[in-house]
């Protein structure tokens, strides 16, 4: 693995976007003999993830059509990880100079977006860098030459995504390149401290960015009632029971109904009853809302058909709260929820463009 990392940097200097004769031997490195390497490791790489060796996914690319500034390689779950621009995986990073090559723990840094790929900002990147470092800090601080800035020399997007993304890496300067025992022996160690990033998205609440469990939950069912097969993991993280899903419900009515009591506001729970959860009442005023909770960071919420014809009729007088970053205790029993930022917004006026819809029931005329 040593000649064919070296060999990869001798190329990367003179990286042309066509497919010259040495964008052509380089594409043969990484997309056929890197990950040949990688495949003789298979087994030891599903036992240092924890995932069954069926999953164990590799991958190396230079572009399609046009070659990338910066080749890889890596290694990921085909079910957390099925695309490169999605989920967490461990990957080999050229730099530009074709001094140094990273093992790096990273992520997908680009999201679909209007019929395009588009690059996630680093922003988010950095929340997500956040979330997970915690998560590895135990295994990761045995070693003491992990950084979490990696510099590729890149000028385009991709590249400068890859160094936003990276959680922490290993370098390995082209002078000073390990043996290749040193270098399998790294690969698995990264490759554990992937398999700890999966093992907490299974468990966590939310995941920075990611899209919110009660959206996942509506995409499942859709699925599901629809008749097509739904993956065992379906992407990133948990789905909740009915008591979790209970507990983040009365602490978002909690929460508001102190909210509009501060305000002046006489509060009835109706969500019983109603397609609607509170009906205030102020004076003459009259306001119906409501009230969505959830552990993400509030940017979705699943709305039923009646739920959106409802608030239709009554607005003006009507508000969406949105109670978001709730953190939910699962080893609690019953579940706990505590937390939660509160966002109102009255009148609340649907408007269809803010609507996805996630499932129809067509009629087949039978």
């Known amino acids: 693995m040593d000649d064919l990392l070296s060999k990869v940097m001798d190329l990367q200097p003179v990286w042309q976007a066509k497919n010259s004769v040495p964008m052509q031997r380089r594409g043969v490195l990484v997309r056929t003999d890197m990950p040949n390497w ?10 240092s993830m924890g995932v069954p060796l069926s999953d164990v996914g590799i991958q190396g690319r230079d572009g399609a059509g046009q ?7 890596r290694v990921f779950s085909q079910e957390r990880s099925p695309s490169a621009t999605g989920g967490w995986y461990v990957v080999y990073l050229f730099d530009m100079s074709g001094d140094r090559v990273y093992l790096s723990l990273n992520q997908g840094t680009t999201k679909w977006n209007g019929g395009e790929l588009k690059p996630r900002k680093p922003s988010e990147l950095r929340k997500r860098n956040d979330w997970a470092r915690p998560v590895i800090q135990e295994q990761a601080s045995t070693r003491t ?3 979490t800035k990696i510099s590729l ?3 385009g997007p991709l590249g400068q995504g890859y160094e936003a993304g990276n959680v922490i890496a290993v370098e390995y300067r082209r002078d000073a390149l390990p043996t290749p025992k040193v270098l399998t022996e790294d ?3 990264m490759t554990s401290l992937l398999g700890a990033v999966y093992e907490a998205e299974q468990t966590t609440p939310h995941v920075p960015i990611d899209v919110a469990v009660e959206v996942r939950e509506a995409q499942q069912r859709a699925d599901t009632t629809a008749g097509r097969r739904v993956s065992r993991h379906s992407g990133q993280g948990f789905l909740l029971t009915s008591d979790e899903r209970r507990a983040i419900e009365l602490r978002a009515v909690l929460l508001a109904t102190e909210h509009f009591q501060a305000e002046g506001w006489t509060v009835k729970d109706v969500g019983a009853t109603h397609s609607y959860d509170l009906r205030l009442i102020r004076g003459e005023e009259r306001l119906h809302v409501e009230v969505k909770g959830t552990t993400s960071e509030g940017g979705q919420v699943i709305l039923t058909r009646s739920e959106v014809e409802r608030q239709r009729e009554l607005a003006p007088h009507n508000a969406l709260v949105v109670v978001h970053s709730i953190h939910l ?7 706990s929820a505590t937390g939660g930022d509160l966002h109102c917004t009255s009148p609340w006026i649907i408007e269809d463009d803010s609507l996805t819809v996630v499932s129809y029931v067509h009629t087949t005329g039978l």
């Open 187 to 189: 690969l698995l160690f």
């Open 145 to 147: 030459d992990l950084i």
């Open 153 to 155: 020399g890149a000028r």
């Open 38 to 47: 990688l495949r003789e490791h298979r087994e030891a790489i599903a036992g």
């Open 329 to 335: 205790d699962r080893t609690a029993e019953p579940p």
């Open 67 to 73: 070659k990338t500034e910066v080749a890889w390689a």
